[in-house]
């Protein structure tokens, strides 16, 4: 019997960016690690939040949710949204799938990596 892998979901600062990164199986058990890193992003009100999806192995409809919730706060706020990738299968399947894949952008771009914007890049082809 194998342990399920622990979900990580982690928050930082850099510079004007919010970052989130989210690691593991993400499902709807994890609802309540994520509303409170969206929490954290809206009182911080930067204008960039960037979400690092590189280590997600698995993803549902929870995780969907969240991020289109996520979008149309940002929206509204007038700040911006930013999905980091390459995004591995599971999530990129799902964005796919759903037909939601042009809501976000998408980089490649790590935040605070050699001050290349976070905002620019566009969906990882594979």
Known sequence: MHPAPDLSVLIDRREQIFV????????HDDAGDFERAW???NRAA???TAVDLTAVTFADSMLLNALIR???RHQADGRT???????????????EISGTTEL?????????GGGADPGGGGADPS
Do not use: C, K, N, Q
Request: charged share 20%; no cysteine.
């Open 20 to 27: 989130i990164t989210v690691r593991g199986e993400v499902d």
């Open 81 to 95: 949204l930013v999905l980091v990738g390459p995004l591995r299968s599971a999530v990129s399947r799902l964005l």
């Open 39 to 41: 929490e954290a992003a």
């Open 46 to 48: 930067m204008p960039v």
């Open 104 to 112: 976000f952008t998408v980089t490649d771009v790590r935040p605070g």
């Open 70 to 72: 996520a979008r149309h």
